[in-house]
């Protein structure tokens, strides 16, 4: 294989590997952020500054751990679902695809 064919070829992987890291930093986060809810104190928290948060910021008002966890984890569902149907349903561009030995072009 020539050498500049192999260039694109690891630009290419390299590419990919974009991705796919993009892909597991997401996935990451969102564990993250559910272990923090579930296991940790991170519903006690949110429950306590989210009324701050808001367009008309509340001091005394201040929401359960349980809604804080099902507002979350129902965010987070909704994130994972979609980013899992948009990979699936969106087609990758023939020009953004990696070249494979035999294919012309």
Request: hydrophobic content about 55%; some cysteine.
């Amino acid at each position: 294989m020539p050498a500049i064919f192999r260039f694109f070829w690891l630009l290419c992987a390299v590419f990919m590997s974009v991705n796919i890291v993009t892909s597991l930093v997401f996935v990451a986060s969102w564990v993250s952020l559910l272990f923090w809810i579930w296991r940790g104190r991170g519903a006690e928290f949110l429950g306590r500054v989210g009324p701050a948060l808001t367009s008309h910021p509340s001091s005394d008002r201040t929401y359960s751990p349980g809604l804080v966890r099902a507002f979350i984890t129902m965010l987070v569902v909704i994130s994972a679902v979609g980013a899992g149907v948009a990979w699936r349903s969106m087609p990758v561009s023939p020009d953004m695809a990696c070249a494979t030995v035999g294919s012309s072009g």
